[in-house]
């Protein structure tokens, strides 16, 4: 038996999708279908403006821990996480929920995830809304070549976790709220110092590099950070990591796939997200739009980081919700 849902109106069972055991959080009882996809280090939880303010605008709405995640099974190879068990996921929702088609949303690495799904399923999805990383087209090379040419013997936490030997997830099951309350912040949240000022990797881990922080940012409450640290502390780091270690795997995996996208297409983040590294809104625009064939726009949320759906809920819905009404 799972949990009860800390979030009034949502509700949670568990299906089986592409040969695992998936808990998805769902809200609403008819209506068009919108599957939410987390990125890292999150959970279904960081859907939860989005899961009621749907509903209840006539809706159905699932958000699932992805495979890794909260109370969804962790299988245990890397391979288990490559893009295609990851699309292969999304698609075995809606099989198990009965629905031909959904609109699909994702953050994060659940980004990365619905770009790849409407990709290699074109015919189960009506729409795409993206959030905080874009999409331009497959890379002429491996991004894990650039990476280590860029950062060489420094850190980056990407490659800190492609190293051997689980050090990355070591570090974060030792102290999940050490990174949880670290990364869950927006960018004017004030910090203390970080611990580790060495840019090279042998100086240490991550949570040391990131000042530890003062106070909460308004958007995040302690029951919400105490709940998402509950669900890593109950299933652990690995199954999240996997995903990183699978960027060159996933690279060649998808030589040959279609770049093309026919349906219509939104991109969130906000203005300050160290993903989209200052590209303004033109140059995101252009960028997907080569791919996007039917792209809608780029909203880009003034002073708002990374977490654009929990730090601007009400913006985010919003332009979700009038591009949605446009389709």
């Known amino acids: 038996m799972t949990t009860a849902s800390p979030v009034a109106g949502v509700t949670f069972r568990f299906i089986e999708s592409n040969g695992i055991r998936m808990r998805i959080a769902e809200a ?28 209840g605008n006539g809706y159905r709405v699932v958000a699932p821990d992805m495979r890794g995640y909260g109370e969804s099974d962790a299988p245990p190879d890397v391979e288990d996480y490559n893009i295609i068990q990851l699309t292969g ?38 729409a795409l809304i993206a959030m905080s990383v874009p999409y331009g087209g497959r890379a002429p090379q491996s991004p894990m070549v650039g990476w280590r040419e860029t950062f060489g013997d420094n850190f980056y936490y990407i490659l800190y976790h492609n190293e051997a030997g689980g050090v990355a997830e070591a570090e974060y099951d030792n102290d999940p709220r050490g990174i949880l309350s670290r990364l869950y912040l927006s960018p004017t949240s004030p910090r203390e110092a970080p611990t580790i000022t060495d840019p090279l990797r042998s100086a240490g881990g ?26 890593f502390e109950s299933a652990g780091f690995r199954g999240g ?21 026919a349906i219509p297409t939104l991109f969130i983040a906000g203005e300050r997200d160290v993903v989209i590294a200052g590209a303004n809104e033109g140059q995101l625009t252009g960028a997907m739009s080569r791919v996007a064939m039917d792209y809608r726009g780029t909203v880009l949320i003034p002073e708002v980081g990374h977490w654009v759906q929990q730090e601007a809920p009400d913006e985010t819905n919003t332009a979700m919700h009038e591009f949605l009404k446009g389709i």
Do not use: C
Request: hydrophobic share 40%; no cysteine; aromatic share 16%.
């Open 241 to 261: 990591v996997n995903y990183y270690r699978n960027f060159h795997r996933n690279w060649e995996i998808t030589e040959g796939i279609s770049d093309s996208i």
């Open 28 to 55: 609403g009882d008819s209506g068009p279908l919108i599957l939410f996809a987390h990125g890292w280090p999150e959970s279904w939880y960081n859907w939860r403006h989005q899961l009621t303010y749907f509903a």
């Open 206 to 231: 991550w949570i040391g590099r990131l000042g530890a922080p003062i106070g909460l940012p308004q958007w995040l409450t302690q029951e919400d950070l105490d709940y998402v640290v509950g669900q």
């Open 89 to 126: 996921d999304m698609v075995g929702i809606l099989d198990a929920l009965g629905e031909e088609q959904a609109i699909m949303v994702g953050h994060d690495w659940g980004s990365i995830v619905a770009w790849n799904s409407v990709l290699m399923h074109p015919d189960r999805f009506l």
